[in-house]
């Protein structure tokens, strides 16, 4: 279950880097949406607190910023 690494959670952590580790330990594929409301496939290759790589189907890598991003979904 995805969920259950966000117990881990606490004031020096981001929610996102927690559940953005979640989502690359199972290499479950993700739609992110943006704020703009831009919808992105793929999985994610790498992140840190600022941005994230994802990679789709294809082996194209896009940079996300974070703070573009609106919601994640597995």
Known sequence: VITEGLTEYN?????????????YN???SAKIYLKNGICLQGF?????????????????K???YISSVATILV
């Open 26 to 28: 199972t290499k479950k």
């Open 62 to 64: 896009q940079l996300i």
């Open 11 to 23: 004031n020096k952590k981001a929610i996102h880097n927690i559940f953005l580790k979640i989502i």
């Open 44 to 60: 994610v290759e790498m992140f840190d607190q600022d941005v994230v790589i994802l990679i789709d189907k294809d082996k194209i």
